[in-house]
Nanobody, 126 residues
Framework: EEQLVESGGGLAQPGGSLRLSCAVS????????IGWFRQAPGKEREGVSA????????YYADSVRGRFTMSKDNAKNTVYLQMNRLKPEDTAVYYC???????????????????WGQGTQVTVSS
């Protein structure tokens, strides 16, 4: 069974919004570090945002700071990435990834994760 179930991608216009969801199954959300990463064709995978569920420590890429926000719903074992004021350069496949026992820095700096979601396409175009 899947550990991370990802959804919410789609097509948005520049300036529009999308919300991505990543549901964690089989484990409680508490203690996880969860991150969002994206990869566009011909580009390296880059970190978008990551947070430690328990204490709220977090990182945001400079390119999305002030536009994207992570949040959590512990009761639903789900984390979200709210993406506002979308730009064409945000177009990419977005992946969620997680470490069961924290590891926020490893996740953010090394893209080191216990689990990866399947990816969801985000396309920003007029």
């Amino acid at each position: 069974e899947e550990q991370l179930v990802e959804s919410g991608g789609g097509l948005a216009q520049p300036g529009g919004s999308l919300r991505l969801s990543c549901a964690v199954s089989g484990d409680t959300l508490d203690g996880y570090a969860i991150g969002w990463f994206r990869q566009a064709p011909g580009k390296e995978r880059e970190g978008v945002s990551a947070m430690h569920i328990r204490d709220g420590a977090n990182y945001y890429a400079d390119s999305v700071r002030g536009r994207f926000t992570m949040s959590k719903d512990n009761a639903k074992n789900t984390v979200y990435l709210q993406m506002n004021r979308l730009k064409p350069e945000d177009t990419a496949v977005y992946y969620c990834a997680g470490n069961r026992r924290g590891g926020l820095l490893t996740l953010w700096q090394r893209h080191g994760a216990d689990y990866w979601g399947q990816g969801t396409q985000v396309t920003v175009s007029s």
